[in-house]
């Protein structure tokens, strides 16, 4: 196992663990070695090491196996009273915190973020193409470049391909990427340490300055005026600017008007949410990926075209799928079937799945208990029709994005109180009643499936 084995693990139990757990316990953990089976990692205190270990050895050592590395067990060994030095981050979101102490200037790249890897289609052309052009380093034309998209649509990476492109054609350009984050705690850290002339020195000698979530500084008053500076003084010495976020400039609250204004006196273009081409554009430019790293892995027909319908969040997630399933083929030594993906990927699959209707949950509820339809939503009280409302109440909240008081609509125009009345005796049974938490189960894969 690698560093950067360790930095992927990491990104997964983000997602596994969530951000504030992610923050306070895993990040301090370095890793340390591999050896017979046990990994190591260095813990700044005893307490820490134990409490990881309670409540996310299991995770950990999932996570780890998946990568291919066997993994037994994990060990903690409190660090000798050096300070903390970060691991190195290399995919993490921030790894600013440990660059800034070795006062190297931005953020490190991704490497896998290239033109090269970046898939176009409808949903990303205009935001490919500008920045395609940013990437020539010609004279400015358009300043700034303002990219903005939701999550996991592809600005970091881009923003990382028009980096990497500049320093392999341009490489006399100072190009200087960093998130808004890091942008805030440089200057922050300027201020604290009396190092103001050094900062504004630093971002004043950049060629392209580019900084990632800019929504980020909203309401943040002494940066967003120091950044304003700081692009003023970029934009009148002709300067490139490259700037994403989440939302429009108009859209990002508790940002000044000046700077609102100026961010858009550029180019504002938009990465629109991925539809089924790019999805798939994007799976099979992966497993092209992939088939150097796990080559004994065979991929059956339809699992892409099944993925890419199915995940239609981000790319993030169709990305984090895919490796998974290649992984977990690789480790039990299967190709990868429908069935397979189906079993490996359940929980993605569940979250990304709201698209069961109401009306087909009270079709399959009342075709399993054996009723009419009609008396699943008409008035009868009787136990043998008032319990299967009540799972088809649960299931409708748990499976469709609907409200208590639309669910209450198409039941028979029942109010909100009474499903949530449904929905709370179905959770209190499924932990008394096995039969009946077979049966939702039961129910909820038919519905899926
Ligand atoms: P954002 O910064 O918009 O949240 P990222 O740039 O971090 O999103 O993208 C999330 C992941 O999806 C990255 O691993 C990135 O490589 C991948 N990705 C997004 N869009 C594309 C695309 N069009 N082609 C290939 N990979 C993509
Ligand atoms: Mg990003």
Not at 49 to 72: A, H, P, R, W
Request: charged fraction near 25%.
């Amino acid at each position: 196992m690698t560093n950067e084995t360790w930095g992927r693990v990491r990104q997964e139990l983000i997602k596994a663990v969530g951000k504030n757990n992610y923050t306070t316990w895993i990040e301090p953990l370095e890793f340390r070695d591999l050896s017979d089976g046990v990994v190591t990692f260095t813990v700044p205190t005893s307490f820490i090491g134990n409490y990881v270990s309670q409540n996310f050895g299991d995770q950990i050592k999932f996570q780890l196996n998946m990568t291919g590395t066997e993994v037994k067990r994990i060990a903690f060994q409190v660090a000798a009273n050096s300070p903390r030095r970060p691991a190195p981050a290399q995919h993490s979101e921030k790894p600013a915190m440990a660059e800034t102490q070795h006062d190297l200037p931005g953020a490190p790249l991704d490497a896998r973020y290239t033109f090269d890897s970046f898939v176009v289609g409808k949903p990303n052309e205009l935001a490919h193409a500008a920045s395609k052009r940013v990437a020539e380093g010609g004279p400015v034309t358009f300043n700034p470049l303002f990219l903005y998209g939701g999550v996991g649509l592809g600005k970091t990476h881009l923003m990382h391909a028009i980096a990497h492109e500049l320093q392999a054609q341009k490489p006399a350009l100072n190009v200087l990427y960093l998130s808004a984050e890091q942008f805030m705690y440089r200057f922050i850290q300027a201020l604290r340490v009396n190092k103001m002339m050094d900062f504004k020195e630093l971002f004043r000698s950049v060629d392209v300055l580019m900084v990632d979530d800019v929504q980020f500084i909203a309401g943040k008053d002494s940066t967003q005026e120091e950044f304003f500076h700081t692009f003023n003084a970029l934009v009148s010495a002709n300067k490139q600017i490259i700037i994403s976020a989440d939302r429009a400039p108009g859209e990002i609250k508790d940002l000044e008007d000046r700077i609102r204004s100026r961010l858009q006196c550029g180019l504002v273009v938009d990465l629109h949410p991925t539809d089924y081409e790019l999805r798939l554009g994007i799976l099979q430019s992966k497993v092209e990926q992939y088939r150097g790293q796990y080559p004994n892995v065979e991929l059956r027909d339809g699992v892409l075209e099944f993925l890419a319908h199915r995940i239609s969040k981000n790319v993030r997630v169709l990305e984090g799928a895919l490796t998974r399933l290649f992984a977990f083929a690789s480790l039990v030594g299967k190709p990868v079937t429908m069935e397979l993906t189906q079993d490996c990927l359940a929980d993605i699959l569940r979250d990304s799945d709201r698209k069961v209707s109401v009306e087909e949950i009270q079709r399959k509820v009342s075709e399993h208990f054996n009723i009419r339809l009609s008396d699943m939503i008409g008035p009868k009280r009787v136990r043998n029709f008032a319990r299967p409302r009540q799972i088809a109440m649960y299931l409708c909240k748990q499976l469709t994005s609907r409200s208590l008081p639309e669910i209450g609509r198409r039941f028979g125009g029942r109010d909100h109180t009474t499903v949530m009345h449904g929905v709370r005796k179905i959770e209190e049974l499924i932990t008394t009643d096995g039969q009946l938490a077979d049966d939702l189960e039961l129910l909820r894969r038919a519905l899926e499936g």
